[in-house]
């Protein structure tokens, strides 16, 4: 898992899921959701300490970024590297960002070894991740560029035949200001694009930027 560039989409959770696994007596409880600062990825591992405080041990991961990443884990008392790890390690496989899992252990009595722990607290996760799906989150843009209101039609025709960009608003007043919605990283692509179909440099001015989710197929890498 590499750094992401702004202009880069990633993956984050669809929603908040849970998964649940009973091993030898000991029942583990998996919580994930979507965490956007690692204050939120925090107050929810506090969140679920309270909720389940009477369990043996609430062990955490999460990844909160894409930007200045941060990872962290805790097997809360379980022996070194068979929880916290194993769990952030099913969220770096899925490729996920800002993504925070507790799992909660109620002890049975019976010892499962640090084999044994490693894949149920990996395993409990990866359920979890399974309820809640994944989606792409793909930064967007909203960008502009003005024409002569005498060719603006013959333009807008052009535009709404490709499939690199949305049209959005047109503005009209002394010119037409025309919204071009689009991923970031096709900025570059798209002003080549409008530079030969119109004939004339065209250099698009960002109005605002966000973010839109699409769900990804499980079975996709």
């Known amino acids: 898992m590499g750094d992401t560039a702004a202009t880069d989409s990633y993956r984050v959770l669809l929603s908040g899921g849970e998964g649940e696994i009973v091993e030898k007596k000991?029942?583990?409880?998996?919580?994930?959701?979507?965490?956007?600062?690692?204050?939120?990825?925090?107050?929810?591992?506090?969140?679920?300490?309270k909720k389940y405080w009477d369990a043996t041990h609430n062990c955490s991961a999460y990844?909160?970024?894409p930007d200045n990443r941060v990872e962290r884990s805790n097997d809360d008392g379980e022996p070194s590297g068979t929880a916290g790890s194993p769990m952030l390690e099913v969220l770096r496989r899925k490729d996920l960002y800002n993504t925070a899992a507790v799992v909660t252990r109620y002890f049975g009595g019976i010892k499962?070894?640090?084999g044994g722990?490693?894949?149920?607290?990996?395993?409990?996760?990866?359920?979890?991740?399974?309820?809640?799906?994944?989606?792409e989150r793909v930064p967007m843009g909203d960008y502009s560029f003005v024409w002569s209101l005498d060719d603006v039609g013959r333009v807008l025709n052009?535009?709404?035949?490709?499939?690199?960009?949305?049209v959005g608003d047109v503005e009209y007043a002394n010119r037409a200001k025309i919204h071009l919605v689009?991923?970031?990283n096709r900025k570059g692509e798209a002003e080549a694009w409008l530079t030969e179909t119109l004939s004339r440099p065209v250099n698009l001015e960002e109005e605002k930027t966000f973010f839109e989710e699409c769900a990804v197929d499980p079975g996709q890498p």
């Open 158 to 166: 052009q535009l709404y035949q490709q499939p690199l960009f949305t």
């Open 63 to 65: 990844i909160v970024g």
């Open 26 to 49: 000991s029942r583990f409880i998996a919580t994930i959701r979507k965490c956007e600062t690692e204050e939120e990825a925090v107050a929810f591992i506090e969140e679920m300490k």
């Open 112 to 114: 499962l070894g640090a």
């Open 117 to 135: 722990l490693t894949r149920t607290y990996g395993k409990c996760v990866a359920q979890a991740v399974g309820e809640a799906g994944l989606a």
């Open 182 to 184: 689009m991923p970031r």
